[in-house]
């Protein structure tokens, strides 16, 4: 079992940044790998970024690459997404969740866990 509880989210202005945070309860964090989602309003949860189990392998939406990073502590047990640059279009629930070994990273349908969300908002 592992819990996810993500935090972080807000409203900032389009060009600013936010740093995601998604804490993790249960003995599997260091042996999963973590992705994070968003969904805006009316539309499909989408794949933003994912972390390989060691952090050694990372990806990203083409929406997002070059804008935000993904990185975790699994000291912590923690997974991260630093979010920069924002733009109106990012705006958003975030859920960060976790992948078995071996599933696809943008396919929601393959995550077994996933946390509560928070909320992110893009405007002046």
């Known amino acids: 079992q592992v819990q996810l509880v993500e935090s972080g989210g807000g409203l900032v202005q389009p060009g600013g940044s936010l740093r995601l945070s998604c804490a993790a309860s249960?003995?599997?964090?260091?042996?999963?790998?973590m992705g994070w989602y968003r969904q805006a309003p009316g539309k499909e949860r989408g794949f933003v970024a994912g972390?390989?189990?060691?952090?050694?392998?990372?990806y990203y939406a083409d929406s997002v690459e070059g804008r935000f990073t993904i990185s975790r502590d699994n000291a912590k047990n923690t997974v991260y997404l630093q979010m920069n640059s924002l733009k109106p279009d990012d705006t958003g629930v975030y859920y960060c969740?976790?992948?078995?070994?071996?599933?696809?990273?943008?396919?929601?349908?393959?995550?077994?866990?996933w946390g509560q969300g928070t909320q992110v908002t893009v405007s002046s």
């Open positions: 969740a976790a992948l078995p070994y071996g599933g696809r990273w943008r396919n929601p349908d393959e995550y077994d866990y």
């Open positions: 249960g003995s599997r964090f260091s042996i999963n790998d």
């Open positions: 972390i390989a189990s060691s952090g050694g392998n990372t």
